[in-house]
């Protein structure tokens, strides 16, 4: 039984369900209500939480109407922001769902509210789950909306800190452009080719993992001597590189 769903909307977008227990699920991030009331439907599945990273329109879409449709409760971590919201998630709390503990990372950046969820693997024989909304992308990051770069480069390395079998699900695919911008910083990263390579043949963007971004996401390798070499900023700080990454990005 795979315990998370992945539901594609709005083009790029991507929603999760989450079953924690066994017919009752969370969602993360529902862009749209449709798609999820038809996937809870066809499973048979009892929709009890909805888990925001963040307020942006397209990450909330179908918030409403799934509360409306469930009678499920509504988190996130901005308590003005997220319409219909009946709790906010704070930095370092625990969620527990059944036996999963979910806990919230304060991730400012994308947005001053942002936060990600962090499932904890119950044995070592288990990865983590986490979902970063626009904070981390497969390859990329989420562009500096309301925080400056120092900001968003702290959220990231909390991020980067988790275990590297950790299996990350972000808020859209954006995967292929995201690996053909980081070959033109980095050119000769074998891991990076291969990504880009496999993306083009249709392969799955996600889950990806902490370890997989640590090696070929050029953002969460801005304190890289490699990244630094390639930027010819060899003595320049991490945060600096961080936001010269994102301006080039940002115009690619
Ligand atoms: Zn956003």
Redesign the pocket.
Known sequence: MDSVITIPALGDNLIYVYRYNRNDVLVVDPSDSASVLNALKQRDLNLTTILIT?H?W??IGGAAELKKETGCKVIGGDGRRIPGIDQVAEDKQILQFGNSGIEVVATPG??ST?VCYYVQPSNANENGILWT??TLFVGGC??L?ECNARSMWESLQKLASLPDGTLVYC?HDYTLENYEFALTIEPDNQAVKQRLSDVRQGGQSVPSTILQEKTTNPFLRSGTPEIKAALKMPRAGDTEVFAELRRRKDVF
Request: aromatic fraction near 8%.
């Open positions: 963040h942006h397209d990450h994308h947005t942002s909304g626009d989420g562009r909306f808020g």
